[in-house]
């Protein structure tokens, strides 16, 4: 028996439907336009009759909605592995070696059988990864480590810009944690760009000496793991993906690291963030404390503190306000920057 692998054009004719249709009786279902979007690469495997035996897709680094046909025989697991390889092969002409996996749990021991490392796991599904740097090396690239009987907190901000809220609720956690690591979300999707919003936070915390500040990368509020924080999806994918980035964070970071608390801002505007607050809290207790801290507000007002409130300022152009929201650091970076900034919020 003949099979060969074809690249397969998702945006051409009813490829798209017969690829769905046949991922379906695989048992694969989540077909929303966030994902497929995302999808950058298709390839399937044709027998020698012309019918699809396998199918996978690469969306970034990751490899997603590979499935084969199972005939009880072999040949199913010859399959899996000759898409995989053909995946990992595309991947490297490309120049990336650090692979991960995003699939349902009953493929785990299939790409754990290949070289996959799973990172975490619920019963919708569970995230695995290949190559380097891997999540090992993320963690020694932490520039301070806890020492044995210290207490450990950690936060996790976009910080789209870094605000006075952001600092209230850091010095909460400094004051009652002998370290704290901040975590930057690392997407570049922002009206500021992750490099500016990682420096702006650093700036914003400099003077707290028991707080190191790092980037968040492919392992917290990430495209790998929740990417409905980044692409708006409907309440059920939101709960799924919040639920694994949770998992990811309290095995292969919190765990590893000896964090016991996590503090989060009340969230009265965002939807998305909201459920993923309530997922935290579902989902790391009792190995790590979830804080909830209120939401500091204007001096003398009834307005809460928020990114998205020194946003609207930038994009009106009154930047009379930005004193009452953000840190001297960040209001004299906006100032310095604001017609750069102003340019890309309204082409935003």
Do not use: C
């Not at 009759?49 to 072999?74: E, F, M």
């Amino acid at each position: 028996m003949t099979e060969s692998i074809q690249d397969l054009s998702l945006t051409i004719g009813n490829n798209r439907n017969h690829w769905q249709d046949f991922l379906r009786d695989q048992g694969l279902t989540d077909f929303t336009d966030q994902e497929i979007s995302a999808i950058d690469r298709t390839v399937v495997l044709v027998d020698d009759q012309g019918q699809w035996v396998g199918t996978g897709s690469v969306a970034g680094q990751t490899i997603k909605y590979l499935a084969v046909v199972n005939d009880g025989t072999q040949n199913a697991g010859a399959r899996f592995n000759r898409l995989v390889s053909e995946l990992e092969n595309r991947l490297a002409q490309a120049g990336i070696f650090h692979l991960f996996v995003f699939t349902k749990p009953q493929y785990q021991s299939s790409f754990e059988h290949v070289g996959f490392t799973t990172l975490a796991k619920t019963d919708w599904g569970l995230i695995l990864e290949k190559g380097t740097p891997d999540i090992e090396a993320f963690r020694r690239s932490l520039p301070v480590h806890a020492q044995p009987g210290q207490r450990v907190g950690a936060l996790v901000m976009n910080a789209n810009p870094f605000t006075r809220g952001h600092r209230y609720l850091v010095e909460q956690a400094a004051q009652e944690n002998d370290l704290v690591y901040l975590f930057v979300v690392s997407q570049d999707v922002s009206l500021f760009t992750a490099a500016e919003r990682l420096n702006l936070v650093r700036a914003g915390m400099a003077d707290l000496t028991n707080v190191v500040v790092a980037r968040g990368g492919d392992y917290m509020v990430s495209y790998l793991s929740f990417p409905a924080y980044f692409i708006p999806g409907n309440e059920e994918t939101i709960r799924y993906q919040t639920a694994l980035d949770a998992e990811l964070f309290k095995q292969q970071i919190a765990r590893p690291l000896g964090i016991s608390r996590r503090y989060i801002g009340t969230e009265p505007q965002s939807p998305t963030t909201n459920l993923y607050n309530q997922t935290l809290k579902a989902r790391l207790p009792p190995e790590v404390a979830v804080i909830e801290v209120d939401r500091v507000q204007v001096s003398g007002s009834n307005q809460v503190i928020s990114a998205s409130a020194v946003r609207a300022l930038i994009k009106s152009g009154d930047l009379d306000g930005l004193a009452d929201l953000v840190p001297e650091s960040t209001g004299q970076f906006i100032k310095n920057h604001y017609q750069d900034l102003h340019e890309r919020i309204l082409k935003g």
